[in-house]
T-cell receptor
Framework: AQSVTQPDIHITVSEGASLELRCNYS??????LFWYVQSPGQGLQLLLK??????LVQGIKGFEAEFKRSQSSFNLRKPSVHWSDAAEYFC????????????FGTGTRLKVLA | GAVVSQHPSWVICKSGTSVKIECRSL??????MFWYRQFPKQSLMLMAT?????????EQGVEKDKFLINHASLTLSTLTVTSAHPEDSSFYIC????????????FGDGTRLSIL
């Protein structure tokens, strides 16, 4: 079955520390991959996306993600976290054609300590 | 670019009334729009997919007579919650994607619906 797993429900880091949020997927073929961020009471903002090509993807707000086909992973990273990064982060996959319906992970809530 | 506007952001109404939520793509044409429901501290649950000019495709378990979706133009989709009841209270989010193949979904800011 197709699925997206975000193993960490909650993560707490100190401001200035590095961050890695994990995302693993189970899919028949290589899908399109996305990371979104959601602040409380808001919609989702696209951080970055992977369709093809270079497996290291740069996004907004200093985030990057690396697609590893062998591990079926698309982990999100940031070298130095800011207090404003505290939010909920969702990984999503979509088929490369057709409906483009997303399968979302369950989300990772990031808390940043001052 | 790729801005999606959702209105209203918050609505409170009495049980039994119908509520319409609008989703507009402001700076791109959206052939496909999606409607999601999100419960507190949970991920998004896809309710339906709508393509401009055709009937929406509802996910299993979503009542199409309860949640009416219209996608009359390339920039506007509406979700109407008919005869709303307290159990329909939730956070509803729309998204839209453009016409070309390599396009992500762009999300609105959501609508908080509270039924008294």
């Amino acid at each position: 079955a197709q699925s997206v797993t975000q193993p960490d429900i909650h993560i707490t880091v100190s401001e200035g520390a590095s961050l890695e949020l994990r995302c693993n997927y189970s899919y028949g073929a290589t899908p399109y991959l996305f990371w979104y961020v959601q602040s409380p009471g808001q919609g989702l903002q696209l951080l970055l996306k992977y369709f093809s090509g270079d497996t290291l993807v740069q996004g907004i707000k200093g985030f990057e993600a690396e697609f590893k086909r062998s591990q079926s992973s698309f982990n999100l990273r940031k070298p130095s976290v800011h207090w404003s990064d505290a939010a909920e982060y969702f990984c999503a996959v979509a088929p490369a054609s057709g409906t483009y319906k997303y399968i979302f992970g369950t989300g990772t809530r990031l808390k940043v300590l001052a | 670019g790729a801005v999606v506007s959702q209105h209203p952001s918050w609505v409170i109404c009495k049980s039994g009334t119908s509520v319409k939520i609008e989703c507009r793509s402001l700076d791109f044409q959206a052939t496909t729009m999606f409607w999601y429901r999100q419960f507190p501290k949970q991920s998004l649950m896809l309710m339906a997919t709508s393509n401009e000019g055709s009937k929406a495709t509802y996910e299993q378990g979503v009542e199409k007579d309860k949640f009416l979706i219209n996608h009359a133009s390339l920039t506007l989709s509406t979700l109407t919650v008919t005869s709303a009841h307290p159990e329909d209270s939730s956070f509803y989010i729309c998204s839209a994607r453009g016409v070309s193949s390599n396009q992500p979904q762009h999300f609105g800011d959501g609508t908080r619906l509270s039924i008294l």
